[in-house]
């Protein structure tokens, strides 16, 4: 393809749109995300330093070719070069009047891994004379010539940097001086003679320099670190890479140059005010590489007024242009402001939320991009704790930033460090907080994990064991940092030739994938926030699912409220069975099996019922409540039978040995024994399949009757007082219609007595919990007693699947997901293709037979991102998750709505 074009002039960024027919996503996959933009600010007119860009799809071709550059690439690049000299007015090469320039990387999507930036190419011992005489400044020409070898010899030679370095810091000693800019030509020429000795290939000839500097881009697409990153954060392996060469300018050039980066927001608070550090005298990573001590940029618009004001102009333009904050590389020659780099900057979740509103104020997005710009997971960072900005900041200015992995389970946390899972435990039990921190985790380490605050690993990717488990118990997760180096006898890890041990602090954000050393504040957002607040309101405007919260206390549904709760989706009425004063109650009502006795034992626990039904109603008031009658197994309310074996043992052995008061054992044993028949008769082989919910109530109607009469009770006093109550009764685990139909007429009789007796008419529903497939298959038929169904997707996953949830959790089924046998976790995300099908299957026969059937979930899966979507899409009315996660599905069902809309 010898026509091909392979190379764009930053100017020519127009035709590199046109060739991919206007799509800017398409010119940042053509050109990479640093060329792309480097050519939109020269199309802006932004101040840019001349260059050009070699594609990815050149990278492509060179990469899955024979090595060699694909026909009439390097010919282009030629004449590219030859365009940048006409504009600079200098030659490559030219020791007269020498024109350097640098090779940069750059991708689609940003990534570790690919080639370091080579600075300054174009020097050879000819040309750096030329420079020296032409600048008068031969400091300047040795420094920059020094820096050349010595990053071409590392990068691009794959010579080891700390030859280099032992260069430097011994000449650093022979003249005495603690700083190389410091060093005198004479020690810099020295230098440069020694680095050409450990850079034994170093080419003299410039066009030489950087065909391999091209080539060496190109390779590091294919090289390991980059490759394993890609599988490990799903990033396709066919992007290539682009390569960037651009004019050099100098921020070395004196104390009127300077370079710098900075953020067109603060990255942190979100604020609408630019944030960022520079450095007088100085080249390109000097800032970021921490050597020396930066200045913020406020300082920037005392020492230099005009480049501040030319520099925050453009930060505004830009900012205008892309309509997002922008993270910028700047760099100023004598005076003169240089724009290296702009692209989207990285915030945190605060951050992200504040810049999408604001961003909405000034008229530069409307509320529905806000809305797409803030994911669901940043919503739940709000409800965590996080790290405090502050504290970070500070932390990173003193270079306590030692490692950027996945970010695969969000949330701040901040511990010591244990190496093992044991270790973890027992420092937890001690009263430490623990980060664990491992290669990997497998199985036997999940003890350890549940100890941790936090959870980091050198290996694994986003489907990791690591990850799987973190983000299932909600641990704040970093994984796969790969220059992190542990050494489990040693107890030891090291990173970047920093030593830390085990019981050092460790701070993690989970939600940005950092790690830091030491100990880093944690605050607890606010969900009041005025910018959180807008941006919710906002997605309640575009939602059209329901957002409903389980809560089975009125203070957690008051919770659930001011979160923009609208009603309760499930209330599980057993905790009122097992708190302390009414267990003994519960437990002869169990016990018993004369009907009477058992009736006196209800009418005991009805007002304890009543009360707290009433608490919800009033918490509630004007928005539906389903109460979900009692669901689990009897003997659940009874003592173990292996407990109760091994207490009438104790007991025996006891009167054996004649410790105690004999009769008063015996008639301890008596009773116990009593108790251990009855849950005898009780015990099941597999309770999560036996005498529970509706069928519980099918065998002892008084039980759901008597919760049925203190919910109407309940509601009948609270619509008196004058709050509007909508109850909705939920017959749970039901498989066939004559279960529903059976119960139902029960229950209403009961309804309809108190009403009666209260003199009241309260609005209410009775439904059911579609949660087994039959229920589902044979919605139709169950919709002609229910009035409203209620997915509750934990069990239905299980009974789909025939698996149990905690069984396999804790087993197998991380394994499966590793292994990829199951894409992800059914019990976290509904699983489309099976259970999925039948809540589709179920709403859709089941609104045959009662259009106005009312249609939600309740299973954990409500409070997913994902499972919403997918809800969404199956027409339901609502979903109902726990309090904490309404304001995210508020926002992932608005999100979902929106997606359907476009
Ligand atoms: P990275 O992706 O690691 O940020 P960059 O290509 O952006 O790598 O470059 C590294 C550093 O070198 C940055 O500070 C950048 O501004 C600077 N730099 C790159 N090209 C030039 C140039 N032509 N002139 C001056 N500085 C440059
Ligand atoms: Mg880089
Ligand atoms: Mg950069």
């Given at each position: 393809m010898p026509d091909k074009k392979w190379v764009y002039a930053f100017d020519e960024v127009g035709e590199a749109e046109e060739a991919v027919n206007g799509s800017w996503d398409a010119v940042r996959g053509l050109l990479g995300g640093k060329g792309a933009n480097l050519g939109e600010m020269t199309r802006l007119g932004v101040p840019v330093p001349p260059g050009f860009t070699v594609t990815t799809e050149a990278c492509n071709a060179y990469v899955s070719g024979d090595g060699s550059f694909p026909e009439g690439m390097w010919d282009q690049v030629t004449a590219a070069l030859a365009k940048v000299e006409e504009k600079t007015g200098k030659k490559f090469g030219d020791a007269a009047n020498p024109l350097l320039v640098s090779c940069r990387s750059g991708a689609k999507f940003s990534m570790p891994g690919m080639m370091d930036t080579v600075l300054n190419i174009g020097l050879n011992d000819e040309v750096v004379e030329g420079l020296a005489a032409l600048t008068n400044d031969a400091r300047f020409a040795y420094d920059s010539y020094r820096r050349l070898i010595q990053m071409f010899g590392s990068v691009v030679l794959g010579a080891a940097d700390e030859g280099f370095e032992e260069v430097l810091t011994e000449a650093r000693e022979a003249a005495g001086v603690t700083d190389d800019a410091h060093l005198s030509v004479d020690a810099l020429k020295q230098i440069v003679v020694r680095f050409k000795e450990i850079a034994e290939d170093f080419p003299e000839t410039p066009i030489d320099q950087l065909r391999l500097a091209t080539e060496a881009v190109f390779k590091s697409w294919s090289g390991k670190r980059a490759v394993d990153y890609r599988n490990a954060a799903g990033i396709p392996h066919d992007l290539g890479t682009a390569v960037n060469v651009q004019t050099m300018v100098f921020g070395n050039m004196g104390e009127d140059s300077a370079t710098g980066v900075a953020m067109s927001r603060d990255g942190s608070t979100g604020e609408n005010s630019i944030e960022g550090d520079w450095l007088v005298n100085a080249q390109g990573e000097d800032v970021v590489a921490g050597i020396r001590a930066t200045k913020p940029i406020a300082q920037l618009a005392d020492e230099m007024p005009d480049v501040y004001q030319q520099f925050s102009d453009i930060c505004h333009r830009l900012e205008n242009h892309y309509r997002e904050m922008q993270d910028l590389e700047f760099t100023v020659e004598r005076g003169k402001?240089?724009?290296?780099?702009?692209?989207?900057?990285?915030?945190?979740?605060?951050?992200?939320?504040?810049?999408?509103?604001?961003?909405?104020?000034?008229?530069?997005?409307?509320?529905?991009?806000?809305?797409?710009?803030?994911?669901?997971?940043?919503?739940?960072?709000?409800?965590?704790?996080?790290?405090?900005?502050?504290?970070?900041?500070?932390?990173?200015?003193?270079?306590?930033?030692?490692?950027?992995?996945?970010?695969?389970?969000?949330?701040?946390?901040?511990?010591?460090?244990?190496?093992?899972?044991?270790?973890?435990?027992?420092?937890?039990?001690?009263?430490?907080?623990?980060?664990?921190?491992?290669?990997?985790?497998?199985?036997?380490?999940?003890?350890?994990?549940?100890?941790?605050?936090?959870?980091?690993?050198?290996?694994?990717?986003?489907?990791?064991?690591?990850?799987?488990?973190?983000?299932?118990?909600?641990?704040?997760?970093?994984?796969?940092?790969?220059?992190?180096?542990?050494?489990?006898?040693?107890?030891?890890?090291?990173?970047?030739?920093?030593?830390?041990?085990?019981?050092?602090?460790?701070?993690?954000?989970?939600?940005?994938?950092?790690?830091?050393?030491?100990?880093?504040?944690?605050?607890v957002p606010d969900i009041s926030d005025r910018w959180l607040s807008s941006l919710l309101d906002w997605a309640d405007e575009f939602r059209r699912l329901g957002i409903r919260a389980n809560a089975d206390y009125p203070i957690d549904a008051e919770r659930a409220r001011t979160y923009g709760a609208?009603?309760?989706?499930?209330?599980?009425?057993?905790?009122?069975?097992?708190?302390?004063?009414?267990?003994?109650?519960?437990?002869?009502?169990?016990?018993?099996?004369?009907?009477?006795?058992?009736?006196?034992?209800?009418?005991?626990?009805?007002?304890?019922?009543?009360?707290?039904?009433?608490?919800?109603?009033?918490?509630?008031?004007?928005?539906?409540?389903?109460?979900?009658?009692?669901?689990?197994?009897?003997?659940e309310f009874l003592p173990s039978f292996e407990d109760l074996t091994v207490e009438i043992a104790d007991l025996r052995v006891a009167i054996a040995t004649g410790e105690g008061d004999a009769?008063?054992?015996?008639?301890?044993?008596?009773?116990?024994?009593?108790?251990?028949?009855?849950?005898?008769?009780?015990?099941?082989?597999?309770?999560?399949?036996?005498?529970?919910?509706?069928?519980?109530?099918?065998i002892i109607p008084d039980l759901p009757r008597m919760q049925v009469r203190a919910i109407f009770e309940a509601a009948c006093a609270a619509q008196k007082e004058g709050t509007k109550v909508i109850p909705e009764v939920m017959i749970p685990l039901s498989s066939n219609v004559n279960e529903l139909r059976r119960l139902k007429a029960v229950l209403t009789e009961e309804a309809k007595a108190v009403m009666g007796e209260q003199g009241v008419e309260v609005e209410y529903m009775m439904g059911t919990m579609v949660e087994t497939p039959r229920a589902a298959l044979t919605a139709g038929q169950m919709a002609e007693e229910a009035e409203f169904f209620s997915f509750g997707t934990n069990d239905l996953t299980q009974t789909t699947y025939a698996i149990s949830r905690d069984d396999a959790e804790a087993g197998f089924l991380m394994e499966y997901i590793e292994q990829g046998i199951l894409p992800e976790n059914p019990f976290a995300s509904i699983d489309p293709d099976g259970v999925g099908r039948l809540i589709k299957l179920a709403v859709k026969e089941g609104r045959e037979t009662r259009p106005d059937l009312e249609v939600g979930i309740c299973g954990e899966h409500g409070g997913d991102p994902k499972s919403i979507a997918l809800c969404h899409g199956y027409g339901l009315d609502y979903v109902s998750c726990s309090p904490f996660r309404v304001p995210v599905a508020r926002l992932a069902a608005a999100q979902a709505a929106l997606k359907d809309k476009n």
């Open positions: 402001l240089w724009l290296l780099q702009t692209r989207d900057g990285k915030r945190t979740a605060q951050a992200a939320v504040r810049i999408a509103v604001e961003l909405v104020e000034q008229g530069l997005i409307s509320k529905e991009e806000a809305v797409q710009r803030v994911t669901p997971e940043q919503i739940d960072f709000f409800l965590h704790p996080q790290l405090e900005a502050a504290s970070r900041a500070a932390a990173t200015a003193e270079g306590n930033l030692i490692a950027t992995g996945l970010n695969v389970s969000p949330g701040a946390a901040v511990g010591v460090i244990a190496f093992d899972a044991d270790k973890a435990v027992a420092m937890a039990d001690a009263g430490d907080k623990v980060i664990l921190v491992r290669p990997e985790t497998k199985p036997d380490d999940v003890h350890g994990m549940l100890a941790a605050e936090g959870i980091v690993t050198s290996r694994g990717g986003r489907t990791s064991h690591a990850a799987l488990v973190a983000r299932q118990f909600g641990k704040p997760a970093v994984v796969g940092i790969a220059a992190l180096d542990i050494d489990l006898s040693a107890r030891t890890m090291e990173i970047d030739g920093k030593v830390i041990a085990e019981g050092d602090w460790l701070s993690i954000d989970g939600t940005l994938g950092e790690v830091y050393h030491g100990k880093i504040d944690t605050v609208e009603g309760i989706g499930l209330c599980r009425t057993e905790h009122m069975f097992f708190e302390a004063e009414r267990l003994p109650i519960v437990q002869r009502m169990i016990m018993t099996e004369d009907a009477d006795e058992r009736r006196q034992a209800l009418d005991e626990l009805l007002p304890y019922q009543r009360q707290d039904f009433y608490g919800l109603f009033k918490a509630m008031d004007g928005l539906p409540v389903i109460i979900r009658l009692i669901d689990p197994p009897l003997h009769a008063a054992q015996q008639a301890e044993i008596d009773e116990k024994e009593k108790v251990r028949d009855r849950v005898e008769v009780l015990r099941e082989t597999n309770p999560m399949l036996g005498l529970r919910g509706v069928r519980l109530g099918i």
